[in-house]
C-alpha cells in the first residue's frame, strides 16, 4: 500500500467546499450554493462539479473537531498525530506519518526514496525528529505562499543524473573509500547520527544510479492526454505524485497553499 497525502496548508473552509450546511440559516452557512453529487445525500460547493461526480469514492469525516485555534499547533498535530509545537515554539516534537512510514517500511523498490515531499512550505512538521535523517523526506520543488502551484523540477534535474565522465563504478568506489575514513569517526559518535547519514547514503547513490526515480519525476513521459487530462500546475503536480507511487515510493506528500482564507475568500475559492 502507498499513501499520497494533500497537504492543504492552511485548510479550506469546510462550509464553503465538502460540509455546506445548506439548510442553516443564511447568516451562519458560505456565500455559495450546493450541488447534489455521485453520492446520495450529499451536495458540496457549486465551484465544485468535478469533484461531484466522484463524490461515491469518497469519506466525508464530519466527526472530528477541536478547540485549539494555534496553526502551528494544529499543523503539528494533524501531521503527527500529537499536540507539541506552537505559534511561539515551532519546533517539531514528532515525526509526520510519512517519517513513520519511511522508518518502518521503507519504499517499495530500490533507487527510490521512501517518502518524498513535493513543495513543502508553511508550518512544514513533515519531517523525520527524533527518527534522524534517514527517516527525512526527499525535499523537491518550490514552495508557493498563495493558492498557484509552486515549480517543480524537470526530469533533466542535475541532482538526479550522472555529470559527464561520473560513472557508476566510480561513485561505487568513492563510496567505499568515504565509508572508511567516516569508520574511523562513527567509532566515537554517540548520537547515531552517523548511522543516519550511512543510509541517507545508500539511498541517493541508488537513486542516481539507477534511473527509475529520474523517469519517475519526468512528466513529459506520460502520453499527451494524460497531461491534458491532469492540467497544469497542481495537476501536472498531482501527476507527478502519481508517477512517483507507482515507481515504488511508499509515501508522498504534495503540498497546496495557502488556503488560510478570511476576508478574502470569495476571490481565493
Known amino acids: 500500500r502507498s499513501v499520497i497525502l494533500v497537504w492543504q496548508h492552511g485548510g479550506p473552509s469546510q462550509l464553503d467546499t465538502f460540509d455546506m450546511k445548506p439548510d442553516s440559516p443564511r447568516e451562519y452557512r458560505g456565500p455559495y ?13 457549486d465551484k465544485m462539479p468535478f469533484h461531484a461526480r466522484i ?10 473537531t477541536h478547540n485549539n485555534g494555534d496553526h502551528w499547533a494544529a499543523a503539528h498535530w494533524l501531521l503527527t498525530g500529537y499536540l507539541g509545537a506552537t505559534g511561539s515554539d515551532r519546533k517539531a516534537r514528532n515525526p509526520s506519518m510519512g517519517a513513520i512510514s519511511a522508518h518502518l517500511r521503507g519504499s517499495h523498490e530500490k533507487g527510490v526514496p521512501a517518502y518524498v515531499n513535493m513543495n513543502d512550505g508553511g508550518f512544514g512538521f513533515h519531517g523525520a525528529s527524533y527518527l534522524g535523517v534517514a ?3 526527499f525535499r523537491t520543488g518550490s514552495y508557493s505562499y498563495g493558492n498557484e502551484a509552486g515549480m517543480l523540477p524537470t526530469a533533466r534535474a542535475s541532482s538526479l543524473k550522472l ?9 561505487s568506489t568513492r563510496v567505499s573509500l568515504m565509508k572508511r575514513l567516516d569508520a574511523l569517526r562513527s567509532d566515537i559518535d554517540k548520537s547515531g547520527a552517523f548511522h543516519g547519514m550511512d543510509s541517507m547514503l545508500q539511498e541517493a547513490v541508488d537513486i542516481v544510479t ?7 519525476f ?3 513521459l506520460e502520453d499527451k492526454q494524460t497531461r491534458e487530462r491532469y492540467g497544469p500546475g497542481w495537476g501536472e503536480q498531482a501527476l507527478m505524485a502519481r508517477r512517483l507511487i507507482e515507481a515504488g515510493v511508499r509515501f508522498v506528500t504534495l503540498n497546496t497553499g495557502y488556503w488560510d482564507d478570511h476576508g ?6
Not at 450554493?33 to 460547493?45: A, D, E, V, W, Y
Not at 463524490?55 to 472530528?64: A, G, Q
Not at 555529470?163 to 561513485?171: D, F, M, P, R, S
Open 163 to 171: 555529470v559527464n565522465g561520473l560513472t557508476a563504478e566510480k561513485i
Open 264 to 269: 478574502n475568500i470569495k476571490k481565493a475559492l
Open 55 to 64: 463524490m461515491d469514492r469518497t469519506s466525508v469525516i464530519r466527526s472530528f
Open 218 to 220: 519526468d512528466v513529459s
Open 33 to 45: 450554493g450546493s450541488i447534489p453529487t455521485s453520492l446520495p445525500g450529499l451536495r458540496i460547493c
Open 210 to 216: 539507477s534511473g527509475k526515480a529520474r523517469a519517475a
Open 135 to 137: 527517516c527525512n523526506p
